[in-house]
């Protein structure tokens, strides 16, 4: 909750140690998903920002955590969609290697979309 908190107070200082340390925020996304998405619900221009400056790095969060992306964009739907039009490439090539996963995450767990966990 430590980092949560100082990037609710410094929103600009992890902008800045990603484009420092752009594998950093990777690794620590791997060690803790959740917290990636709560930083997001309180900055959701920060991670549109960083998209744009590392788009690969994204995509290699969504292949670890398939869910966490899913409920970010049921909660900030414009942002997707921006991304999408910045990046158009990036989003087919993850449709294109996993097409099913969505489909499958909606069929198996419906009720999770409509609360947004």
Same mark, same amino acid.
């Given at each position: 909750?430590?980092?949560? $908190? =100082? !990037?609710?107070? +410094? /929103?600009? %200082? @992890? *902008?800045?140690? &990603?484009?420092?340390? #752009?594998?950093?925020?990777?690794?620590?996304?791997?060690?803790?998903?959740?917290?990636?998405?709560?930083?997001?619900?309180?900055?959701?221009?920060?991670?549109? $920002? =960083? !998209?744009?400056? +590392? /788009?690969? %790095? @994204? *995509?290699?969060? &969504?292949?670890?955590? #398939?869910?966490?992306?899913?409920?970010?964009?049921?909660?900030?739907?414009?942002?997707?969609?921006?991304?999408?039009?910045?990046?158009?490439?990036?989003?087919? $090539? =993850? !449709?294109?290697? +996993? /097409?099913? %996963? @969505? *489909?499958?995450? &909606?069929?198996?767990? #419906?009720?999770?979309?409509?609360?947004?966990?």
């Amino acid at each position: 909750m430590q980092r949560v $908190a =100082e !990037q609710q107070n +410094h /929103p600009m %200082q @992890l *902008a800045a140690e &990603q484009q420092n340390h #752009p594998m950093q925020l990777a690794a620590e996304q791997q060690n803790h998903p959740m917290q990636l998405a709560a930083e997001q619900q309180n900055h959701p221009m920060q991670l549109a $920002a =960083e !998209q744009q400056n +590392h /788009p690969m %790095q @994204l *995509a290699a969060e &969504q292949q670890n955590h #398939p869910m966490q992306l899913a409920a970010e964009q049921q909660n900030h739907p414009m942002q997707l969609a921006a991304e999408q039009q910045n990046h158009p490439m990036q989003l087919a $090539a =993850e !449709q294109q290697n +996993h /097409p099913m %996963q @969505l *489909a499958a995450e &909606q069929q198996n767990h #419906p009720m999770q979309f409509a609360a947004g966990q």
